[in-house]
């Protein structure tokens, strides 16, 4: 997880203040359907009002499995920003092979497995 809604440099400062604030007043995220759908959307709003930046917090990531050491948060977000419970990191990719489409955990790694149609974002 980094934090380059909150570095100052201009490139990023531009995403934040022209890119990203221009796209979520155009979303009109105060008005149905995301004020209905995605609630917690509009607490963007008070960081894009002032200047110092966007913290990436309020980020969810849970129960995937991860290729590599696991996640971490780059300063300077803070680690109380991402909400990372039951993760499972593995070095070894051995058991992947995208050439035959195979995906299969390997032995010993206990892992939930779920179908694809409950993968990604869902209204709670």
Not at 68 to 95: M, Y
Request: charged share 20%.
């Amino acid at each position: 997880m980094d934090a380059r809604g909150l570095d100052q440099r201009k490139v990023w400062q531009d995403m934040v203040y022209v890119l990203m604030k221009a796209k979520v007043e155009a979303m009109k995220v105060l008005e149905s359907p995301y004020a209905a759908k995605y609630p917690g959307i509009s607490t963007v709003l008070p960081y894009l009002a002032r200047p110092g930046g966007v913290p990436p917090e309020g980020n969810v990531i849970r129960r995937n499995l991860i290729q590599g050491p696991g996640l971490a948060v780059r300063a300077p977000a803070q680690p109380w920003v991402l909400d990372a419970g039951g993760n499972v990191a593995i070095e070894d990719v051995s058991f992947f092979k995208p050439e035959t489409g195979a995906h299969r955990v390997p032995a010993g790694v206990a892992f939930e497995a779920i179908a694809v149609d409950q993968i990604g974002p869902r209204a709670k």
